[in-house]
């Protein structure tokens, strides 16, 4: 499956952003999906993951109730709203895919090629 991340951009803090991360070569209805970020100098950290339903979901603690992540089954995508930005979310964005476990960011094993989210302050 290839993965494409897209729209990310430069905002000012508090305002939002959506991500979009579009599959394709097969779809993404038997895997579970994840958004990663990676800061300059930091590992990657996963912020949010759907299961295969859709009718579960994960978050960090650093963006619970500010961030959701959905999946539309008919687009075959993901998709990350992000609200209330800070400065230091600032990041390179990821989508993952996994068969395995939603919440185990190491059982993700395919990626998307990352797309560049900026915080003004």
């Known amino acids: 499956v290839q993965l494409q991340a897209f729209e990310g951009g430069l905002v000012q803090t508090g305002n939002s952003l959506r991500l979009s991360c579009v599959a394709s070569g097969r779809t993404l209805d038997d895997l579970s999906l994840g958004w990663f970020r990676q800061a300059p100098g930091k590992e990657r950290e996963m912020v949010a993951a759907i299961s295969k339903s859709g009718g579960g979901t994960w978050y960090s603690d650093s963006v619970k109730g500010r961030f959701t992540i959905t999946r539309d089954t008919a687009k075959n995508a993901v998709y990350l709203q992000m609200n209330s930005l800070k400065p230091e979310e600032t990041a390179v964005y990821y989508c993952?895919?996994?068969?395995?476990?939603?919440?185990?960011?190491?059982?993700?094993?395919?990626w998307g090629q990352g797309t560049q989210v900026t915080v003004s302050s």
């Open positions: 993952g895919a996994t068969f395995g476990n939603t919440v185990t960011p190491t059982s993700y094993s395919f």
